[in-house]
């Protein structure tokens, strides 16, 4: 029998070695993609590596924020200390300066987006007191008594302003007779479009009291401010605990003293319907 040759072995590289040299190309590959697929967001990064430098559970000698362009890993962890240099390339020192300058940029940016919101809830609050004030108004007209009540709003309130002369006579608190219609349709009014807190204050100038029940214009205000709470409460369904009354005297002067005109228009009472961004 002839002899057999040995088996060669065979050329070239093993068969899974080509198949696992094909698996790290395609994976590669596939990061490769991915890397080019994504985006850094440079300044989240930079607030994230400065966050962490002053984090109490840092790992980093001396709270070093990062592992720079792969530094640990080529050099070995006994680079740490060569860290600072990455660290002042992202602008923090190791005064921790720049992160107190991003603080009071965010600081600031709180404060803009905060003054915002204030402009765009004044504005909303105009817009509802004008269009009460409108509705105000045409009721009034309807009722021919545009001429017995001032109308005027803010962000916060529409005001009606009734002359004192109108509801009361000199030196006394007792509603007259002929002012009653007025109260009557302000009433309705305050039934239909109030949702939110009513204020009844009193006003009146600076002549003092001489003679009459009332002391002062302090009491005087007050007790005229009552009684037209008492009225409205009386002959409407409006919940006592949502509306307020308050004298204020002479010290709130819409005109001259020193003029009987003057002195007419400080003799008033105003009532201060609030919207509903200013609800008390």
């Known amino acids: 029998m002839a002899n057999r040759k040995p088996d060669e072995p065979p050329k070239g590289a093993p068969a899974w070695q080509s ?23 440079e300044e989240k990064y930079e607030l994230i590596v400065a966050s962490f430098s002053k984090s109490t559970f840092s790992i980093f000698e001396a709270g070093s924020s990062a592992i720079g362009d792969g530094v640990l890993v080529s050099n070995g962890v006994s680079q740490l200390n060569e860290l600072s240099d990455y660290i002042n390339s992202m602008g923090l020192n190791s005064d921790g300066e720049e992160y107190e300058v991003q603080a009071e940029e965010t600081t600031t940016a709180d404060s803009e987006t905060q003054t915002d919101m204030m402009e765009e809830m004044t504005q909303s609050g105009l817009e509802e007191s ?84 009332y002391s002062n214009n ?25 509306v307020k009354h ?10 001259d003293n020193s003029t009987a005109e003057g002195r007419s228009k400080n003799r008033r009472v105003e009532i201060k319907i609030y919207n509903s961004l200013n609800n008390y």
């Open 19 to 41: 198949t696992f040299a094909d698996l790290m190309n395609l994976l590669l590959c596939f990061f490769v993609l991915l890397f080019s697929m994504s985006s850094i967001n």
């Open 130 to 213: 004008e269009e009460l004030a409108e509705r105000i108004q045409e009721a009034l007209e309807e009722n021919e008594m545009q001429n017995e009540v001032d109308i005027d709003f803010t962000s916060q309130y529409v005001q009606l302003t009734l002359k004192g002369s109108i509801l009361f006579d000199s030196g006394s608190v007792e509603l007259k007779d002929e002012c009653l219609p007025v109260l009557d349709l302000i009433g309705v009014i305050l039934d239909k479009y109030a949702r939110s807190t009513i204020e009844i204050e009193g006003h009146t100038d600076n002549v003092p009291m001489h003679g009459a029940k």
């Open 218 to 242: 302090d009491e005087l205000s007050a007790g005229r401010a009552l009684s037209v709470f008492n009225y409205l409460i009386s002959t409407t369904s409006l919940d006592p605990a949502t």
């Open 246 to 255: 308050a004298g204020r005297g002479e010290y709130v002067p819409v005109a």
